[in-house]
């Protein structure tokens, strides 16, 4: 993770494509910061938040639900998708009927993920199957033990989005769409509680430097996709396809799909209660 700098709060970073609208113009230079940026998966994220090793960070949604205790969110922030989100994908050798009884490869690196696929399964009454975390990857996808259906995603599920050898295919964020009409929340911000009083007025400025990113890199998203295209995983294009598709705001309509997911994380017993949506700062205050 390298040495935070003194004086700098830890900000998490997922390491993956869908966040650099966001992050790009900070570890450019161009929105100026006060972040120590710590880079992993929404897992590893999520791990570190518990252990406070994180002030704020992108998490898995499922995390606020489980330890509403723990974080305040940050304000208009979120990844989300109203249809496909092209990174979250499940991948399957047989039609979906015919994954009852059978075991799925599901990412380690996503929880919310993982939860999502399991209310949506149980909507589909496709009962009984088993759930084998691991990390799915081109490597395993194309080997002689190729997984008969594997939930990807990330950069990952982007490079496995055409493989041949899973014919039957389908986006989560679409699937939720259709059945809900909302948009789906895949990842929000959060801050650990005890940060507001450790950090008392320098969060204040963090919270607006976000938001501050967010904005420049959605008014810049040429200029994302250009430096995101020299990464080599997707063209310019692409990219631009890609982050058109998903959404980075929280307002009334991700409010509302957000809520519509806790609701059925306790229906299937993922969660004790409902958690409220407490936030570290209205919204004016940070704009």
């Known amino acids: 993770m390298g040495q935070p700098t003194a004086g700098l709060l830890k900000l998490g970073k997922i390491g993956f494509l869908n966040v650099l609208p966001i992050y790009f113009p900070m570890e450019a230079g161009i929105v100026s910061h006060p972040f120590h940026i710590v880079s992993g998966d929404p897992a590893q994220l999520n791990h570190l938040m518990q252990m406070g090793k994180l002030d704020l960070s992108a998490v898995s949604s499922i995390e606020y639900a489980r330890h509403p205790d723990r974080y305040l ?129 320098k969060l204040t400025n963090a919270v607006q430097s976000l938001i501050r990113a967010k904005n420049w890199g959605l008014a810049h998203l040429e200029t994302v996709c250009e430096w995101g295209a020299r990464q080599g995983l997707l063209d310019q294009e692409q990219l631009r396809s890609y982050y058109t598709a998903l959404g980075f705001n929280l307002r009334q309509s991700e409010i509302a799909g957000l809520q519509a997911f806790f609701r059925s994380l306790l229906e299937i017993g993922e969660i004790p209660a409902i958690p409220p949506l407490e936030f570290c700062y209205p919204l004016a205050s940070v704009a």
């Open 73 to 201: 969110l940050v304000p208009d922030l979120s990844i989300s998708s109203r249809g496909p989100a092209n990174s979250v994908l499940l991948l399957s050798q047989a039609p979906l009927e015919e994954l009852r009884g059978q075991t799925v490869l599901v990412s380690a690196g996503s929880h919310t993920s993982v939860a999502l696929l399991k209310i949506l399964f149980a909507r589909r009454q496709i009962l009984e199957v088993r759930f084998q975390a691991g990390y799915p990857s081109q490597s395993l996808a194309s080997g002689d033990n190729a997984p008969l259906a594997m939930l990807v995603i990330g950069d990952e599920a982007l490079q496995l989005k055409h493989h041949p050898g899973y014919p039957h295919q389908w986006d989560l964020g679409e699937m939720w769409h259709a059945w809900i009409g909302l948009p789906f929340v895949f990842g929000l911000w959060v801050v650990q509680r005890t940060a507001l009083k450790h950090w008392n007025g």
